[in-house]
């Protein structure tokens, strides 16, 4: 402690100030970064929900998109100096897919005198997925006809919005993406992870019940009995149901009572539907492997459109398999972005994301195709709409 006279007047004082703390002794920012929407690249503007399941940190969110972690790292870690620490946080906004952020922190030579906040820097959010639908008309006169019968599907793409000095179909990537059911399960790294389609053939006569309902995030499944089931086995959960049906493999099997009494079932990967109790769960066997895609673009536990470097052996209403060689594969239904219209003209394509503008391509056999229309899906709702009109 190091102390001072001061004379203020007839008055003197004996000032004796606290020393100043470390760094790593002040409330600080532990771990930062500034979220920007995906597609514009501009900060966040909407409201942001920060929680973290660490004791002692603080979530912040400013203007600005800036978001992070504060606490007093001297207390929270004392060994920073030599041992690492993992931080995490969960961001999260409406119309957003939620994102985990985190990383290690230290070890800082020279801690607790010496500290930096851990910063992500900017960290761009996943749209929520918008379901794309509309109906195929023709100008007769004065009028519009219903065009029933005709194909829709998506002639490109642009995962962001191009600048204006630049022409829209020169920058245009090739429709090489894909629509999955569930979302993923978990986040894939671009490059290393292969998509392949891998039908799963469910075992005949091993049909268990759910005794219990599961939620959203749940991993453990009490089923009505284990006959068939190992660690490693797909097991497919509510079949019946094609919105709802999760394919999963095996990560545990509780052999504590006899094979054909009820048990618990631990998954590999959580649960994104709720399934009630009485659903069936089946084990299932898995088909040769077909031709790999690689993904060109990052994904996170969430997304529902993949982006691909190519299409081979992919079709509508096929099982692929996601595997990045280094974790657990995951299995999901895929569909194409392409749709046909009903008898009153209406169509479907299946839910999109991640990009600015689609390019749409329609054609129906005896009529001249419109010229490709470009079309900016609307993240703020969950279905956009549009119509499509041939000449």
Known sequence: MSCRTVKAE?????????????????????????????????????????????????????????????????????????????????????????????????????????????????????????TVRGRTLRRASLTSIVVAGATVDIAGYWPTFPPANINPSTVMELPNLLALSPPLYASRAVGITQLQRRDAVPVVGQEKNLLLPASV???????????????????????????????????????????????????????????????????????PPGAANSLTRAAISGDETVFLNGMAGLTSGITVELDDGGGTPEYHQAELYSGVSDADGYF?????????????????????????????PDYRLAESHLTVMFP
């Open 10 to 130: 007839r008055w003197t004082y004996r000032f004796c100030p606290d020393p100043v703390p470390a760094p790593a002794n002040r409330l600080r920012a532990i771990l930062r970064a500034r979220l920007v929407d995906e597609l514009t690249g501009q900060p966040m503007d909407s409201e942001v929900d920060l929680t973290t399941d660490r004791t002692g940190l603080t979530p912040r969110v400013a203007r600005g998109g800036v978001v992070g972690l504060v606490g007093l790292p001297g207390r929270l870690f004392p060994q920073l100096d030599v041992s690492p620490v993992t931080v995490t946080m969960r961001a999260s906004a409406p119309r957003y897919v939620p994102v985990e952020l985190g990383g290690t922190l230290g070890p800082i030579v020279g801690f607790p005198d010496q500290f930096s906040a851990l910063d992500l820097g900017d960290v761009g959010l996943h749209r929520a997925s918008t």
């Open 348 to 376: 479907r394509l299946p839910p999109i994301a991640r990009v600015a503008m689609v390019a749409l391509h329609a054609q129906r056999l005896g009529l001249t195709s419109p010229p490709d229309e470009r079309f900016t």
């Open 217 to 287: 995030g749940e991993t453990r499944l009490r089923l009505s009995n284990r006959i068939g089931l190992v660690t490693g086995v797909l097991l497919i959960i509510e079949s019946s149901d094609p919105v709802r049906v999760e394919r999963i493999p095996i990560a545990g099997v509780d052999t504590a009572s006899a094979a054909d009494q009820p048990a618990w079932v631990t998954l590999i990967h959580p649960l994104v539907y709720t399934h009630r109790d009485g659903v069936i769960a089946q084990p299932a066997n898995l088909t």
